[in-house]
């Protein structure tokens, strides 16, 4: 593991160190707050964990976070689950993300850019004044604050104007991409009973345009508590009989009037990738996501006014969410609506350079694409801006720190951070005064006592174990829809540690305070009692260029034993002779492990995934170890069903 190698691959210069918000942010938490003036980010960490309150204090103060009630206290009751947060604060999150207008009105609060790689602006003024019109418009339409409203919306303005207008009127917000089939959308919608829906007539990605006006259709007949149905022609279509136009709610000139709600109200509901049973639809509250991104954003991300904020996602993943939370420290955040690889691979670095991205966010998935098809994004495109680039979605293998490094820039930072849509924020990842080491994340973040612990609840440190935080986030739950006594969230986290968060993810917590993500732990390979996450044996096995994609299982035997095979979804025009299978071998023993070496290699027509772009393993495993297809899967959460009954049918077949 990369722990025995202790030289950083890039380190930040003293001018970085010195100007960036963190640095400025624990001088002045050491002279109101007693935090260490000393000690640099490891010693800011633990103040932040082992003075919680005190923390979170600093947090609100320094971003001048506006309390129209004050709050009695910082954290009323610290138990998981149910910890409360700022009890008696009254605020609004849209009254925040909008504060820019009143110094920066003309300035672009918003860059739109389609597949023609244009962008167009929307200042902060425009996105203030669209927002009061539709704030107004919903309380016209009867939305008061706790009713639901929902968006079949891609990454586009209107889709953040309209999460900013509900959460305004302090109504709870929710939203799938269109490319969400309609299934897939009524398995989360029909859980909240929205009573507004925005909806397009249809989407465009990889060169073509997807009418969804039928989808549409099906949603409104399905979802009974709609009161109204707003029509965003983003392919030019007129609205359906029935429908409001989104040109008429969003016309007026009218100031927004922001509901001062209790700190733990919701604001939004996200979705895990439900790949069992209904999606978990997870409740996040305006405080607890204000506060949480605040510091995420402005502080281990760096950003504020002069900054321009990409992420690739689309409004299905929390990572949207996150990427408009940018406003709230003034950022101009870009929406890319569109492929990822379209026209060319190279499309999310043509983005970058002609929004002048300072900080690009992309999918591991996305760079080791890249890498395997020779892009060359410094060499073809002025990157000049870019001072960061983020990854998520899964572990950057260490190829991965290296590509960016030779073909981005020598003096990147690269920010790979893991969390969760439970959270919708990082446990661990971006510190801008931090070294970066291959393979690794930076360290855990600020107010999140992240520990890796053994089975018994022990902290290991430069051993594998699983993911907890042992002390509240603001932006943890405050609930599970439809889950009146808790019993599903205390489940989802606390059933295996009472009172400590597991996420489900294997770590090692190294001694330098860095961290290496492993995998799902519910998908680990385990073999002789060497652990392994799923994550290791992709990165050696994908940098093969015969292998496209690649899923691993492992399953324990009723008598003991453990069959491990190795699917792959092979490149065009590669064959799964005895040479390839030897050198698949040969990687892994010589890599990774000779106990991973896998039983069978077996070739699949695909690899299936989540709508968020996760390999599906769980389900695969349930699969092989014969549960039926119906009862292993929640269908609407897999993005080609069909790929399933391979593994269905080899399940059949060795039983």
């Given at each position: 593991?990369?722990?025995?190698?202790?030289?950083?691959?890039?380190?930040?210069?003293?001018?970085?160190?010195?100007?960036?918000?963190?640095?400025?942010?624990?001088?002045?938490?050491?002279?109101?707050?007693?935090?260490?003036?000393?000690?640099?980010?490891p010693?800011?960490?633990?103040?932040?964990?082992?003075?919680?309150?005190?923390?979170?204090?600093?947090?609100?103060e320094?971003?001048?976070?506006?309390?129209?009630?004050?709050?009695?206290?910082?954290?009323?009751?610290?138990?998981?689950?149910?910890?409360?947060?700022?009890?008696?604060?009254?605020l609004?999150?849209a009254?925040h993300?909008?504060?820019?207008?009143?110094?920066?009105?003309?300035?672009?609060?918003?860059?739109?850019?389609?597949?023609?790689?244009?962008?167009?602006?929307?200042?902060?003024s425009?996105?203030?004044?669209?927002?009061?019109?539709?704030?107004?418009?919903?309380?016209?339409?009867?939305?008061?604050?706790?009713d639901?409203?929902?968006?079949?919306?891609?990454?586009?303005?209107?889709?953040?104007?309209a999460?900013?207008?509900?959460?305004?009127?302090?109504?709870?917000?929710?939203?799938?991409?269109?490319?969400?089939?309609?299934?897939?959308?009524?398995?989360?919608?029909?859980?909240?009973?929205?009573?507004?829906?925005?909806?397009?007539?249809?989407?465009?990605?990889?060169?073509?345009?997807?009418?969804?006006?039928?989808?549409?259709?099906?949603?409104?007949?399905?979802l009974?508590?709609?009161?109204?149905?707003?029509?965003?022609?983003?392919?030019?279509?007129?609205?359906?009989?029935?429908?409001?136009?989104?040109?008429?709610?969003?016309?007026?000139?009218?100031?927004?009037?922001?509901?001062?709600?209790?700190?733990?109200h919701?604001?939004?509901?996200?979705?895990?990738?439900?790949?069992t049973?209904?999606?978990?639809?997870?409740?996040?509250?305006?405080?607890?996501?204000?506060?949480?991104?605040?510091?995420?954003?402005?502080?281990?991300?760096?950003?504020?006014?002069?900054?321009?904020?990409?992420?690739?996602?689309s409004?299905?993943?929390?990572?949207?969410?996150?990427?408009?939370?940018?406003?709230?420290?003034g950022?101009?955040?870009v929406?890319?609506?569109?492929?990822?690889?379209?026209?060319?691979?190279?499309?999310?670095w043509?983005?970058?350079?002609?929004?002048?991205?300072?900080l690009?966010?992309?999918?591991?998935?996305?760079?080791?694409?890249?890498r395997?098809?020779?892009?060359?994004?410094?060499?073809?495109?002025?990157?000049?801006?870019?001072?960061?680039?983020?990854?998520?979605?899964?572990?950057?293998?260490?190829?991965?720190?290296?590509?960016?490094?030779?073909?981005?820039?020598e003096?990147?930072?690269?920010?790979?951070?893991?969390?969760?849509?439970?959270?919708?924020?990082?446990?661990?990842?971006a510190?801008?005064?931090?070294?970066?080491?291959?393979?690794?994340?930076?360290?855990p973040?600020?107010?999140?006592?992240?520990?890796?612990w053994?089975?018994?609840?022990?902290?290991?440190?430069?051993?594998?174990g699983?993911?907890?935080?042992?002390?509240?986030?603001?932006?943890?739950?405050?609930?599970f829809?439809?889950?009146p006594?808790?019993?599903?969230?205390?489940?989802?986290y606390?059933?295996v540690?009472?009172?400590?968060?597991r996420?489900?993810?294997?770590?090692?917590?190294?001694?330098?305070?860095?961290?290496?993500?492993?995998?799902?732990?519910?998908?680990?390979?385990?073999?002789q009692?060497?652990?392994?996450?799923?994550?290791?044996?992709?990165?050696?096995?994908?940098r093969?260029?015969?292998?496209?994609?690649s899923?691993?299982?492992?399953?324990?035997?009723?008598?003991?034993?453990?069959?491990?095979?190795?699917f792959?979804?092979?490149?065009?025009?590669?064959?799964?002779d005895?040479?390839?299978?030897?050198?698949?071998k040969?990687?892994?023993?010589?890599?990774?492990?000779?106990?991973?070496?896998?039983?069978?290699?077996?070739?699949?027509?695909?690899?299936?995934?989540?709508?968020?772009?996760?390999?599906?393993?769980?389900?695969?495993?349930?699969?092989?170890?014969?549960?039926?297809?119906?009862?292993?899967?929640?269908?609407?959460?897999?993005?080609?069903?069909?790929?399933?009954?391979?593994?269905?049918?080899l399940?059949?077949?060795?039983?």
């Amino acid at each position: 593991m990369s722990t025995v190698n202790p030289l950083p691959l890039w380190q930040p210069d003293p001018q970085r160190i010195a100007q960036a918000q963190i640095t400025k942010f624990q001088a002045w938490a050491a002279e109101h707050h007693g935090a260490p003036a000393e000690g640099g980010y490891p010693a800011l960490h633990r103040w932040s964990v082992d003075r919680l309150e005190t923390f979170w204090k600093a947090v609100t103060e320094w971003f001048d976070v506006r309390f129209s009630t004050p709050c009695a206290r910082v954290l009323g009751d610290r138990t998981m689950p149910g910890a409360q947060w700022f009890p008696g604060a009254t605020l609004n999150y849209a009254e925040h993300a909008l504060r820019a207008a009143a110094t920066r009105a003309d300035e672009p609060a918003l860059l739109r850019v389609d597949e023609s790689h244009e962008p167009q602006p929307v200042t902060w003024s425009e996105l203030r004044r669209q927002v009061g019109s539709l704030a107004e418009g919903l309380r016209a339409l009867g939305v008061r604050p706790g009713d639901r409203v929902s968006g079949y919306l891609p990454n586009i303005p209107e889709a953040v104007v309209a999460l900013l207008a509900t959460a305004a009127v302090g109504a709870v917000w929710t939203s799938c991409a269109p490319d969400f089939g309609a299934r897939s959308v009524l398995d989360r919608f029909q859980q909240v009973e929205p009573v507004v829906l925005f909806a397009v007539d249809g989407y465009r990605y990889g060169g073509k345009e997807h009418d969804r006006r039928d989808v549409v259709a099906e949603l409104r007949r399905e979802l009974p508590t709609l009161r109204a149905v707003v029509h965003v022609p983003l392919l030019g279509s007129a609205a359906p009989e029935g429908a409001l136009a989104w040109a008429d709610l969003t016309a007026a000139d009218v100031e927004p009037v922001f509901e001062q709600v209790p700190f733990g109200h919701p604001l939004w509901v996200l979705y895990s990738s439900g790949t069992t049973g209904l999606p978990k639809a997870i409740v996040q509250s305006q405080g607890g996501i204000l506060v949480e991104h605040l510091k995420q954003l402005g502080l281990h991300c760096d950003l504020g006014p002069g900054d321009r904020f990409f992420w690739y996602t689309s409004t299905g993943w929390m990572m949207w969410n996150f990427l408009v939370s940018g406003l709230l420290t003034g950022t101009t955040i870009v929406l890319y609506d569109g492929s990822p690889g379209y026209p060319g691979t190279d499309a999310q670095w043509r983005v970058a350079e002609r929004t002048g991205a300072t900080l690009f966010g992309t999918s591991a998935a996305y760079v080791m694409a890249c890498r395997k098809a020779g892009v060359h994004p410094a060499r073809d495109h002025d990157l000049s801006r870019i001072r960061c680039v983020g990854t998520t979605g899964s572990p950057l293998p260490p190829d991965g720190f290296r590509w960016l490094h030779d073909e981005v820039g020598e003096d990147l930072w690269i920010a790979s951070v893991s969390g969760g849509t439970d959270v919708c924020s990082c446990f661990a990842g971006a510190v801008p005064t931090l070294p970066v080491h291959i393979g690794e994340l930076q360290a855990p973040c600020l107010g999140t006592d992240l520990q890796s612990w053994d089975p018994s609840g022990a902290p290991l440190v430069d051993e594998v174990g699983e993911l907890v935080v042992t002390n509240p986030m603001p932006s943890m739950p405050i609930h599970f829809w439809n889950d009146p006594d808790g019993s599903r969230y205390h489940d989802s986290y606390f059933a295996v540690y009472p009172g400590v968060w597991r996420h489900g993810d294997w770590i090692t917590l190294t001694s330098r305070g860095s961290v290496v993500i492993h995998g799902r732990s519910d998908s680990t390979l385990n073999r002789q009692g060497v652990r392994m996450g799923s994550a290791d044996i992709y990165e050696a096995v994908e940098r093969l260029p015969e292998i496209r994609e690649s899923l691993v299982i492992g399953i324990e035997q009723p008598d003991g034993g453990y069959w491990m095979p190795l699917f792959v979804h092979l490149a065009p025009g590669a064959v799964l002779d005895d040479a390839l299978l030897d050198r698949i071998k040969r990687t892994i023993r010589e890599q990774l492990s000779p106990r991973h070496v896998p039983d069978e290699v077996i070739e699949v027509p695909g690899v299936p995934h989540t709508l968020t772009g996760k390999r599906i393993e769980v389900p695969v495993k349930r699969l092989l170890q014969g549960t039926p297809l119906e009862k292993a899967v929640n269908p609407g959460s897999v993005d080609d069903l069909a790929l399933l009954r391979f593994y269905e049918d080899l399940a059949r077949k060795r039983a």
